[in-house]
Every structure is written in structure tokens, then in C-alpha cells.
């Protein structure tokens, strides 16, 4: 087993998935302005600390079609622009016909905004099962690979391929180990990497390859800053009970603020352990 390992980043805009969600305004716009400052912060420091490694950006339609400029500018520095659906909906619960339309929305403004041809998708919340035959219909007429099944082992990522009754769609599950005695299994990104000491990560890491799996780290725009410009204010969710709004504040600062500081260590321990190989859609010619 080589020493590759794949980072990549969810690249939604979660203050306006939040408001959507919770019904607060949900047409309303896109954070540019946090997305653009969360990219330069990633961006700068993919250059000064991780080799300048270009990654797989899974973005979301909205965010194309409201800020098509933060998308050609990511594919401009040459990075990968992957689906990860048109809205950050949990996708299983669109019938495949739903997934459809939305699906091509989605790929059709990533499109149009990053000049590339859209090859890969990951589901938001990772939202997609084995069960879900009908929707992976739909991804391999569309793309050449998906990223939103977990897996712990190699053999349980073919049987879930085999159960799908795929022929051409590639399968880059991530990886879900049970990386600590502590704790259920983990996945290697977001709040798992953020929240937990980077050994756990790393841990985890290891046993992916060991298992057969490609280890993939995944991260939001978010993540890289700690200066709650995705947070949606108090005063932004009314119509919420009290009690709700303040529930979803204290939720907001954990995604918001808590550990964001200590993510870039962890990447650079990651990087040090693993060699990052590059956009993913790099795995379509291995
Ligand atoms: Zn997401």
C-alpha cells in the first residue's frame, strides 16, 4: 500500500444551508464574502505549508450559481470542482427523479462557473447508503465517481458496489474506523478532526490503508477560520422559539469557533505522515 492519502473540502456556504434548513429566509444569499476569505485562508496556506497541493473542491450548485466568481477562481488555481449537490439537502430523501433535476442543476452551474467538466460527487452530510440503488443510477449516467458511502473495510465497499449493481461509476468511500477504545468509529475530517486529538485522525488513517481503503481527510470552508463569519445571528432566526435560537447558537459556535484553531497542525501532522496526492479525479486513471 503506497502512502498516498487525498484532503479534500465540502465547499458549501453552511450559513445559508443553515437558514434554509430552519426555514429562515432560505432564498436568501450566499456568505461571498466568508466564502472568499475562507478559500484565500486554505489557499495560502496549501502554498506556505502543504507543498502547494491541489485538492477536490465538492461544491455546491447554490454557491455556483449566487458566487460564480469563488468557483472560477478555485478552478483557476487549478483545483478540482466536484458536486456536492445543489443544495446541502440530505439527498436520500429526494426520490431519484428529484435527484435527478437537481443533480444536473447542480453540474450545470459548477460547469458553467469553473469551465471544467464535472466528474465526481459527494452527497452533503454524506448522505447517501447501498440502499439507495435508484440514486446511483443516476450518479453513473452522470459522473465517473462518487465519495459519499462510509466504509471500514475494502470488502464491504465492493459488496456495497455489488449491491448497487454498478458497471462504470467509481467508489472512493470514506473511511470509518473504529480508531479508539473511547470512541465509536470516527470518520477522518470535519468535527471528528477537528474536535479530537490529531493522533485519533492519524490513527484512523492507518487503519484505512491497512483495511484496503484510500485514506481521504475532508474539511469545510468554515473550518479553516475561527472568526464566525458563517454564523447566522440570534437575530437572524426569528420565528424560532427561544429556546431553539439558542440551542442552534451554541451549536453554531462548536462548528464555528471550537478546535478550528488546531486544524492546521493536524493537517500539517497529516501531511507529514502521508504524501497528499492530488484532486481525486486523479484516482480515475489508477
Ligand atoms: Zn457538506
Known sequence: MSRDAWLSIDFEDIAHDFRREHGVDPDGPVREDALFAAYEAIETFLRADLAGVRLTFF??????????G?????????HEIACHYHFHDPCRLDPPDVFDANL??????????????VLGFRAPRFSLTAADVGHFRVLER???????LNAAFAAEAEA???ALGLERLALFPMAREKASRLLPP????GSYLKLLPGSVTIRAMEMAAAAGLRPMVYLHPYEFVADRSFQVAMRDMQGMPRGRRLYWALRQAQWHSVGNRSVMNKLRRIAAAWRLAGPMRGLLES
Open 186 to 189: 470516527v470518520k477522518t475530517g
Open 104 to 117: 444536473a442543476r447542480a453540474i450545470d452551474a459548477l460547469e458553467t462557473a469553473s469551465g471544467q467538466r
Open 59 to 68: 461544491t455546491t450548485g447554490i454557491v455556483a450559481a449566487k458566487c460564480p
Open 70 to 78: 469563488i468557483v472560477a477562481e478555485i478552478a483557476g488555481d487549478g
Open 142 to 148: 452522470r459522473l465517473a465517481y462518487d465519495s459519499s
Open 160 to 162: 456495497m458496489r455489488r
